[in-house]
């Protein structure tokens, strides 16, 4: 057993993931604190290992964030017992095989792992390309070693959906929050179940938009302001935070995902891992944030707040 785990906090993290796009760039509305350096970064990645996740989810297009997390594992001496889902670069050609070969071998460099748990197609537009080459070169990767796991990152249900009838494809990302329910809506979680395909949810927090005072919003999104005060009503009947509200939903209403989020700071990881260790009193609180749902796109899709 790892000398900084205990067998509490080891169970907290089983169903969660750590986000590590916040350790490789600015990243989220609501960041105030910038990338992390990397002495804040071991200490984040530190703390989520003793309270037991053993899953990284990161991506090429992330920056620094695959040579951070692995200097970061190096230090601690976890190399080879963390489980990492990257993505690929979607600026790489789908058809170019061998490029996308050497772009793995360098997320392995900077990993500094010598296999990926999970690899995932970034673009969801890449499963068109299946058929015209990529599967095979997916399948070469799992063959040889390289890769355990494949899947793909998802932003519309459809896709999703697609994603799920693949026999190559075992895992799939989508975002669901208490405000976006396209994806159950769709049937996409009820499908994976049935075809034993793993679901990680992400944007518990919606970028961090759900846990913003509405003063703080920026004026290009003063549009969200009702949607948050919505919000605020249903913590204040409950007596929970927004925070609570968020994390609780999706842990409850998706008990067979996976839940992917970041923190900027090993504070803000404490507070997810305390508030996870939590349930709701009654299946009415989760009916009531069901009545949460809004469709607005300018709200719930992080695309069109530029």
Not at 119 to 145: F, P, S, Y
Request: aromatic fraction near 8%.
């Amino acid at each position: 057993m790892n000398p900084f785990v205990n067998s509490e906090e080891s169970q907290t993290g089983s169903r969660l993931v750590l986000g590590t796009a916040q350790l490789g760039m600015p990243y989220g509305i609501a960041n105030r604190t910038g990338q992390p350096d990397f002495e804040t970064a071991v200490s984040i990645i530190k703390t989520a290992w003793e309270y037991g996740i053993r899953e990284f989810d990161t991506a090429q297009a992330y920056g620094e964030s695959e040579a951070v997390l692995g200097r970061a594992f190096a230090s601690l001496g976890i190399s080879n017992k963390v489980r990492i889902i990257t993505k690929l670069d979607p600026k790489l050609d789908p058809h170019q095989g061998q490029n996308i070969k050497r772009a793995i071998n360098r997320s392995l460099e900077r990993l500094q792992i010598p296999a990926l748990y999970g690899l995932m197609l970034h673009r969801e537009e890449w499963l068109d390309h299946l058929n015209h080459g990529l599967e095979k070169t997916l399948r070469a990767l799992v063959l040889d070693g390289t890769v355990q796991h494949l899947g793909v990152s998802l932003y519309t249900p459809v896709k999703a959906l697609q994603a799920l009838k693949s026999d190559i494809l075992e895992m799939i990302q989508v975002p669901a929050n208490i405000l976006d329910h396209r994806f159950a809506d769709a049937g996409v979680f009820n499908l994976a179940n049935e075809k034993r395909k793993q679901v990680y949810i992400r944007s518990v927090f919606l970028q961090g938009l759900l846990l913003m005072k509405p003063e703080d919003l920026p004026a290009s999104m003063a549009f969200a302001k009702s949607t948050l005060g919505k919000i605020d009503n249903l913590c204040a009947q409950y007596k929970y935070t927004r925070h609570k509200i968020a994390l609780l939903y999706i842990k409850e209403k998706y008990p067979q995902a996976k839940i992917i989020f970041g923190a900027e700071t090993p504070i803000q990881l404490k507070q997810n891992l305390i508030i996870w260790r939590n349930n709701f009193t009654s299946i009415f609180e989760i009916s009531q944030i069901d009545s949460l749902s809004i469709l607005d796109e300018r709200i719930i899709n992080p695309y069109f707040w530029l």
